[in-house]
């Protein structure tokens, strides 16, 4: 199994451009989650999804968006990109979103934004 | 708010020493607390969950305690070897109101030395 895959592994964006980042599992994962990591910051939550049709806000969710139609896929959408939103990307999902599982992440996203 | 601290930042140590990684938390009514291993460049990697009924959990030469009441946890490492050498990061899934996702540390950067 591939686990979490996601794409692209590096970005570079002008500012006010847009662009999706993709996650995929293959592991019939309900629950699928964003985190960014910056430096000196723990990894914050952007936005999560218990399943097909369901997402919601995490800690740090404007400027991005988020859909669920599938349950294997959950891409994150940069609507107009700032530099602060230049940062390492995280996919993660666990199986049922039962709060004692653990979570598997993808490889991450490294997005520029100039 | 869940605030995870750990301690400390960074620690180099010769190989085959044992040694404890601390993490600390603000609000005891966690779901769990785990513990990740992060390479460079490489997503996060599960090493042990510790639910909150739970005081310890062992795998292999990791063994991770809980202390809900006092709000700490410590990873601890036996006869380590350079192949340890990553950053550890710890997070809580805190029950109650809010995003349903974990809070996390900012992290312990281990060096292993030959």
């Known amino acids: 199994n591939a686990g979490v895959t996601q794409t692209p592994k590096f970005q570079v964006l002008k500012t006010g451009q847009s662009m999706t980042l993709q996650c995929a599992q293959d592991?019939?994962?309900?629950?699928m989650s964003w985190y960014r990591q910056d430096p000196g910051m723990g990894l914050r939550l952007i936005h999560y999804?218990?399943?097909?049709?369901?997402?919601d806000q995490g800690e740090v969710p404007n400027g991005y968006n988020v859909s669920r139609s599938t349950t294997e896929d959950f891409p994150l959408r940069l609507l107009s990109a700032a530099p602060s939103q230049t940062s390492v990307y995280f996919c993660?999902?666990?199986?049922?979103?039962?709060?004692?599982?653990?979570?598997?992440f993808g490889s991450g996203t490294q997005l520029s934004v100039l | 708010k869940q605030e995870v601290t750990q301690i400390p930042a960074a620690l180099s140590v010769p190989e085959g020493e044992n040694l404890v990684l601390n993490c600390s938390f603000t609000?005891?009514?966690?779901?769990?607390l785990q513990w990740f291993r992060q390479d460079p460049g490489k997503g996060l990697t599960s090493l042990l969950l510790?639910?909150?009924?739970?005081r310890e959990q062992t795998s292999g030469r990791l063994n991770a305690s809980l202390d809900k009441s006092s709000g700490r946890s410590t990873l601890y490492i036996a006869a380590s070897q350079p192949g340890d050498s990553a950053t550890y990061l710890c997070?809580?899934?805190?029950?109650?109101?809010?995003?349903?996702?974990?809070?996390f540390g900012k992290g312990t950067h281990l060096i292993i030395q030959p």
């Open positions: 993660a999902s666990s199986y049922s979103g039962q709060r004692n599982e653990k979570l598997f």
């Open positions: 510790i639910q909150s009924s739970q």
């Open positions: 997070a809580t899934h805190i029950t109650g109101g809010g995003a349903d996702g974990l809070t």
């Open positions: 609000d005891s009514a966690i779901y769990n």
């Open positions: 592991m019939n994962h309900e629950y």
């Open positions: 999804s218990v399943g097909a049709g369901i997402t």
